[in-house]
């Protein structure tokens, strides 16, 4: 699937300048690629345990998920901590969907056909979409929803392409650059687009919130998942055992609980609207980098042992303290610019 983020990366390099950007993006994919290479070796020398258990005896099916190797790893306050930095992280990506997809709607449809639709009723209409689609348990079901959201990314980015070219070779005297051009960034929680003013770039910014719409279910998916367990574990415990055997009261459950989220997700959006890229920034920080550089190499060592090589769990840990230095680096800089 192509995130919609691909389109505001030029306005990173704009900002930040080829020679910082560059070799950033570059860092920041090897530490990806290497983590999650930990995360797949984690997982092949934990299913190879439980196949050798297979054939001495008959053992349970266990998912090896990425919660369930930290919990392995380090028990249940690793499994716990990837769970809630999943969850969360997650949730404020959508959360910031909520919140610049009904105002992006708002102004296209006034822009586009001189509707003056209010924002309000663009989250609900965004609502009335994401609460039947938080129903579906099975993610393969997201592939006709993901197609389209890929194919309006790529009109976008097309269109923004093609303003750049026009620019280069028509020569015109405004100064637009191709970073300028294909950018898409959120600034103030609302879409911008450093595009020439006219129906044309009206349509890329429509085209960009629907595809936010369509892709917002597998943004959601990760989150709900672990509501579900959470709210399934509980029910089990308070209730009798017969619950188990009623899969149709379950399936309602787990509906009303994924409406619920929807909704809770619609009113943070709202209340915390003038300052929740700053609260996404620190969230990113303090749960979004130990989930993605640093959890997954110290997985790697403790379920791995004496067979991960001395070069391997150098480079692991050489992953952890850049991750390290990302966090103290990004939350600095995000209460910095709060103040």
């Known amino acids: 699937m192509i995130g919609p983020a691909i389109l505001y990366l030029p306005h990173a390099f704009a900002a930040a300048g080829y020679a910082v950007a560059i070799p950033l993006l570059v860092l920041s994919t090897t530490m990806?690629?290497?983590?999650?290479?930990?995360?797949?070796?984690?997982?092949?020398?934990?299913?190879?345990?439980?196949?050798?258990?297979?054939?001495?005896?008959?053992?349970?099916?266990?998912?090896?998920?990425?919660?369930?190797?930290?919990?392995?790893?380090?028990?249940?306050?690793?499994?716990?901590?990837?769970?809630?930095?999943?969850?969360?992280?997650?949730?404020?990506?959508?959360?910031?969907?909520?919140i610049f997809v009904p105002q992006n709607l708002h102004t296209s449809a006034r822009l586009l056909f001189g509707w003056d639709v209010s924002t309000n009723w663009c989250l609900l209409f965004m609502m009335a979409v994401q609460i039947p689609l938080s129903w579906i348990r099975d993610i393969r079901k997201f592939k006709t929803t993901n197609l389209l959201g890929n194919l309006l990314i790529f009109y976008g980015w097309i269109a923004c392409l093609g303003f750049a070219l026009y620019a280069l070779v028509s020569g015109t005297k405004r100064r637009l650059y191709l970073n300028d051009a294909t950018t898409l960034i959120i600034k103030n929680v609302t879409l911008k687009l450093s595009l020439p003013p006219g129906k044309l770039a009206t349509t890329v910014q429509l085209a960009y919130s629907f595809a936010v719409v369509f892709t917002f279910p597998l943004q959601n998916f990760p989150s709900l998942e672990i509501v579900h367990r959470f709210t399934e574990k509980v029910l089990v415990n308070r209730t009798t055992s017969s619950y188990s055997k009623e899969p149709d009261r379950t399936h309602h459950v787990m509906n009303i609980v994924s409406a619920m989220v929807v909704v809770l997700l619609s009113v943070i959006a709202v209340t915390t609207m003038d300052v929740l890229d700053k609260v996404v920034g620190i969230m990113g920080s303090l749960l979004g980098i130990p989930i993605a550089f640093m959890m997954p190499p110290l997985i790697h060592n403790k379920l791995g042992g004496d067979s991960v090589g001395k070069f391997r769990k150098m480079g692991n840990h050489v992953c952890v303290g850049l991750g390290f230095v990302a966090v103290a680096i990004s939350t600095i800089a995000t209460i910095m610019q709060w103040s």
């Open 32 to 98: 990806f690629l290497w983590s999650s290479h930990c995360l797949l070796e984690s997982w092949r020398i934990e299913n190879e345990k439980l196949s050798r258990r297979s054939f001495s005896r008959r053992h349970k099916k266990v998912h090896l998920s990425y919660p369930e190797l930290a919990y392995r790893s380090f028990g249940s306050r690793g499994e716990r901590l990837v769970q809630i930095g999943i969850s969360m992280m997650q949730s404020g990506v959508c959360i910031t969907y909520l």
